[in-house]
């Protein structure tokens, strides 16, 4: 079981910016494996919005490129996610996880961001 924990979320209003951290406990998991952020609004299912490979290599969703970036700190094992110009249809948990494990039930709770005038 890897232990993964979110943090930041908020509510805000359109146009703003948040920034996400993701604690992942398993130093060694962490160094081994390229992570990502991923978001699931009301009604919808678990979406993909960020990853970054091990080497520091970014691919974002298209609804976030240009808005969203992803990043990694080694010493302190987070992956985060700074967020600029939010909009409404950002609202949703935002959870972050290893692509390896994109498939399983081994998911933190999460954090709730919510975007709303």
């Known amino acids: 079981q890897v232990r993964l924990v979110e943090s930041g979320g908020g509510l805000m209003q359109p146009g703003e910016s948040l920034r996400l951290s993701c604690v992942v406990l398993?130093?060694?998991?962490?160094?081994?494996?390229?992570m990502g952020w991923y978001r699931q609004a009301p009604g919808n299912q678990r979406e993909f919005v960020a990853s970054?490979?091990?080497?520091?290599?970014?691919d974002y969703a298209d609804s976030v490129k240009g808005r969203f970036t992803i990043s990694r700190d080694i010493a302190k094992n987070t992956v985060d996610l700074q967020m600029n110009s939010l909009k409404p249809e950002d609202t949703g948990v935002y959870y972050c996880?290893?692509?390896?494990?994109?498939?399983?039930?081994?998911w933190g709770q999460g954090t709730q961001v919510t975007v709303s005038s």
């Open positions: 996880n290893a692509l390896s494990l994109e498939l399983s039930d081994n």
């Open positions: 398993e130093r060694h998991f962490f160094s081994a494996n390229d």
């Open positions: 970054i490979t091990r080497s520091g290599i970014a």
